[in-house]
């Protein structure tokens, strides 16, 4: 120290510190895909949950964390990606490391940035990157052949339809067709299940394990 006049010295001390290792994440999912490496997952637009692992060799609880997902826009008039903020948590003082996210728009690229805090601090800033898929739709839906067909000569017509997806590249792996005597649908006379197939047609009432029996 100093007086302004005299330098008074060095005064020996016995405190000691240490300098605090920062936390790390070691992985961020959703739903069960990593996102931290050059492999970008894709998932369904809904049902979307974000989990990671908190990792401190000092520390072994997560005390905070700050959560960013944002969508990625590539305007063809932009230079850079613009980003806009589907979550953004803030600072959230908890141990949890699994967020629930809201329904994401379809065929988009995501963002994903997240910090965790220690007992003393907050560590660096991560980054992950999901896709979210383009749901696939029903299109030229036919019952014995024609669309719209009113009366059929036959009780157990052909369904038919065309996959549409647009995700280049991707296939159909499963259809589902249901057939009521309503528009809402809530009497049922056939329910076909689940069926993992690649088929563009059914006939009524033939699959395997139907979730409702098929009504003549």
């Excluded at 240490?18 to 997952?41: A, C, K, Q, Y």
């Excluded at 806009?84 to 995501?110: C, H, K, M, R, Y």
């Excluded at 009780?155 to 590249?169: R, V, Y």
């Amino acid at each position: 120290v100093q007086d302004g006049i005299t330098d008074g010295g060095w005064t020996d001390a016995n405190s000691t510190f240490e300098l605090n290792t920062l936390p790390l994440i070691s992985s961020i999912r959703i739903n069960g895909s990593e996102t931290l490496f050059d492999e970008v997952p894709v998932v369904a637009d809904t049902n979307g949950v974000l989990t990671w692992e908190f990792y401190d060799p000092e520390d072994a609880t997560q005390r905070a964390y700050s959560l960013r997902v944002s969508q990625i826009v590539q305007s063809p008039a932009a230079v850079e990606a613009q980003l806009f903020d589907i979550v953004n948590t803030g600072d959230v003082f908890s141990s949890t490391a699994t967020v629930n996210l809201p329904d994401l728009p379809q065929d988009s690229e995501f963002s994903v940035k997240l910090r965790v805090r220690d007992a003393i601090e907050f560590g660096n800033e991560f980054e992950g990157r999901f896709k979210v898929n383009a749901r696939p739709e029903v299109q030229n839906l036919k019952v014995a052949g024609s669309i719209n067909p009113g009366n059929v000569s036959t009780i157990s017509p052909s369904i038919s339809w065309t996959f549409f997806d647009d995700t280049a590249g991707d296939m159909q792996a499963k259809f589902r067709v249901q057939v009521a005597t309503d528009d809402l649908f809530s009497s049922l006379v056939w329910d076909s299940g689940d069926v993992s197939s690649a088929s563009n047609s059914v006939t009524y009432g033939t699959t395997a394990s139907p979730v409702v029996a098929p009504v003549a």
